[in-house]
C-alpha cells in the first residue's frame, strides 16, 4: 500500500527501509523494552516483582556476573507451559542482549 508493490514482490527491502520488524523479533523488542521499563521504575509493579537481577540474590553478590545487569531465568517444571510464562521468557530476551544495551540500566533500589 505505501510502496505500491505488488503482491508478488519480496517484502524484505520494504521492511529494512521501513524499518518495520518482523512479528518474532517485535515481540523480542517489546518484551526488552517492557524489561528495561521496569528495570526502571517505570513499568508495572506486580511485573517488575517477577523479576530479580543477579546482585539481588546474596549468594551470587561475589561472582563476575554480579556486575552485569543481567537477571535470574526462573527453573518451571513444564517446559510446554511454564517456558511462556512471561518472567522466563522476558529475561531469557533480556540476557541475549550484548551487554553494551544492558549496561545503561539504573537498577530501582525496591
Known amino acids: 500500500m505505501i510502496y505500491q508493490a505488488s503482491r508478488y514482490d519480496h517484502v ?10 518482523r512479528v518474532p523479533e517485535r515481540i523480542e523488542f517489546k518484551l526488552c523494552a517492557l524489561v528495561y521499563k521496569c528495570l526502571n521504575g517505570n513499568g ?3 511485573i517488575a516483582d517477577s523479576l530479580q537481577q543477579v546482585t539481588d ?8 556476573s554480579s556486575s552485569s ?13 511454564g517456558d511462556r510464562a512471561f518472567p522466563v521468557v522476558a529475561t531469557r530476551a533480556w540476557n541475549s542482549l550484548p551487554d553494551y544495551v544492558t549496561h545503561h540500566v539504573n537498577p530501582v533500589v525496591r
Not at 12 to 17: A, D, N, Q, V
Not at 57 to 64: A, F, I, N, P, T
Request: a positive charge; hydrophobic letters at 45%; aromatic letters at 6%.
Open 12 to 21: 524484505s527491502s520494504l521492511l529494512k527501509e521501513l524499518h518495520w520488524l
Open 44 to 46: 508495572p509493579a506486580y
Open 57 to 64: 540474590m546474596q549468594s551470587r553478590r561475589r561472582l563476575r
Open 69 to 81: 545487569s543481567t537477571l535470574i531465568v526462573l527453573v518451571t517444571p513444564r517446559a510446554t507451559l
